[in-house]
């Protein structure tokens, strides 16, 4: 069982940076492909960006690469999204997800997710 809860969200101007955080309890984090979703409103939940459990590998959607970083800290059971360039489109409600399948991790069938943090980029 993994328990997953994420942080960092907040109000930022556009072209401004915010970096999200999400704490995994568990001792067998970096056992989990992780990944973070974003939901706005009205609209379904999307797939942002992926990690393997080492780290090695990492996947994001087109509309955020450059922009974007996932990274993870397995010592700190814990995994990031640095987000630079924010437009007012990347507003939503951020997600993370773990899963056993770095495939599955980055669809909504993931195993495991957290109760988001808002995310608002002001124009």
């Known amino acids: 069982q993994v328990q997953l809860v994420e942080s960092g969200g907040g109000l930022v101007q556009a072209g401004g940076s915010l970096r999200l955080s999400c704490a995994a309890s568990g001792r067998t984090f970096s056992r989990y492909a992780m990944g973070w979703f974003r939901q706005a409103p009205g609209k379904e939940r999307e797939f942002v960006a992926a990690i393997s459990w080492s780290g090695g590998s990492t996947y994001y959607v087109d509309s955020v690469k450059g922009r974007f970083t996932i990274s993870r800290d397995n010592a700190k059971n814990t995994m990031y999204l640095q987000m630079n360039s924010l437009k007012p489109e990347d507003t939503a409600v951020y997600y993370c997800?773990?899963?056993?399948?770095?495939?599955?991790?980055?669809?909504?069938?993931?195993?495991?997710w957290g109760q988001g943090t808002q995310v608002t980029v002001s124009s």
């Open positions: 997800a773990a899963d056993s399948s770095l495939i599955t991790v980055r669809t909504l069938q993931s195993n495991y």
